[in-house]
């Protein structure tokens, strides 16, 4: 226990923290949370963008101090950095698993050829419609086998 | 060679510049462009930008000691106080014309950003390599863009050479470089954009191949972006982007 409160709270609280435009992923899920330290009962998270332009960073700034107003009495402070830059790679297993189930189709390793699979039917040949989707982090596919019309998650 | 806060500021204003003005001239496109993924993919480029050229103003104000904010740099400043290359303000014209101006603009970008991601400072180094990542995406469209229409149809492939042509006498600016770039190189700080030149050359030389279009000949290039000294315009950009700041300063949403 410190001044402010349980650091295990703090964690479980940001637990609660989705994306605002993937509300199926928490932050810690999609490698957003970076860091989480006291002292004394100063909070400081850490966080990073996803892309340099994401316009959910305030969303997210506001949605965790709101979540963490019950479990931390000290100072909040949400700091941002840039370094080491954001990567598909720090996607959590869990969170893939959970974007394929949402329709979603999760990033591949980055530095292989991306293997697209339909999120519904599994086809492995989906075809690139739009290299830009529904948000700067996601391309818009369809699928060549049953003709679903997914996002897939760019891995970068 | 030693640098100052005052040659650190400007620099990074130049590439903050850049990054805004393009961004704004992407916006022109929103809800006009020739269809609605291309109406998405230019607004995220737009959006991109915009999130390098506030990265860009913040880390130049934190230098300046927070005197500024990044809508300062934004909103408040005249047109000769804009230091970005004569390339990003070009208007729109048609489709090919902005797909030129992007491919001219990323393959030079590409370069600046890899080289910025060694920058001696860290927080530099940290937003070249996460822009690094943006850029290259945008590359891989605006190639893939000028290749479908220079290898498209009669139309395609005419519009897409004018658009090539009518833009080369901006590109020499990209590489051209002064002493504030050589300067910055120097000190480890930042890069200077003459060293880019061939990794852009190669670049562009491989898409207009590949697009079945041919490289202008070099002839006379425009300079002064740098210094202030702008097209006519950025003035038109910059009225209809300040307007209501100007208009109600402070306001917020």
């Known amino acids: 226990m410190t001044p402010g409160g349980d650091l295990a709270d703090v964690r479980a609280a940001l637990d609660s923290v989705t994306d605002p435009e993937i509300p199926v992923l928490t932050i810690r899920d999609l490698g957003i949370l970076r860091d989480v330290s006291a002292e004394g009962d100063a909070l400081t998270v850490t966080i990073t963008p996803t892309y340099s332009g994401c316009p959910a960073m305030d969303t997210i700034r506001a949605d965790i101090r709101s979540a963490l107003s019950d479990v931390w009495t000290g100072s909040v402070e949400i700091a941002t950095v840039m370094w080491p830059a954001w ?28 293997a697209v699979l339909c999120p519904r039917c599994r086809s492995d040949g989906p075809v690139l419609v739009s290299r830009f989707g529904s948000t700067a982090c996601k391309a818009l596919y369809v699928c060549d086998s049953c003709g679903e019309p997914f996002d897939h998650f760019k891995a970068i | 060679m030693t640098t100052s806060t005052a040659d650190h500021v400007t620099y990074l204003v130049r590439h903050a510049d850049d990054c805004l003005v393009l961004a704004q001239r992407l916006g022109e496109w929103s809800s ?14 737009a959006l991109d930008l915009l999130g390098q050229a506030r990265s860009l103003y913040t880390m130049a104000s934190e230098r300046e000691g927070g005197g500024r904010t990044e809508d300062d740099f934004a909103y408040f400043r005249t047109e000769r ?48 390599a996460k822009a ?101 315009h950025l003035g038109l950009l910059l009225a209809e982007m300040q307007v209501l700041q100007r208009t109600y300063p402070g306001l917020v949403w």
């Open chain 1, 87 to 114: 990567t598909t790679d720090w996607m959590s297993e869990d969170g893939k698993r959970k974007l394929a189930a949402f329709g979603i189709a999760p990033p591949g390793p980055t530095g292989e050829a991306d």
């Open chain 2, 32 to 45: 006009r462009a020739p269809d609605l993924e291309e109406d998405i993919a230019l607004t995220n480029t």
């Open chain 2, 81 to 128: 106080e804009f230091s970005n290359l004569l390339l990003v303000e070009q208007p729109n014209g048609d489709f090919g014309l902005t797909m030129a101006r992007q491919l001219f603009f990323d393959a030079y970008q590409l370069s600046l950003w890899e080289s910025l991601s060694t920058s001696s400072e860290r927080t530099l180094a940290g937003i070249a």
């Open chain 2, 132 to 232: 690094v990542k943006e850029t290259r995406y945008h590359f891989r469209h605006s190639s893939a863009w000028v290749i479908r229409l220079g290898d498209g149809t009669a139309e395609s492939h005419d519009r897409m050479q004018a658009g090539i042509d009518a833009l080369w006498r901006f590109t020499g600016e990209l590489h051209a470089g002064d002493e504030l770039d050589r300067a910055i190189a120097a000190s480890g700080f930042g890069a200077d954009p003459a060293g880019f030149a061939e990794a852009w050359d190669a670049r562009i030389d491989k898409v207009l191949g590949e697009a079945t279009l041919h490289r202008p000949e070099d002839a006379f290039q425009r300079t002064g972006g740098r210094t202030g000294v702008h097209t006519e």
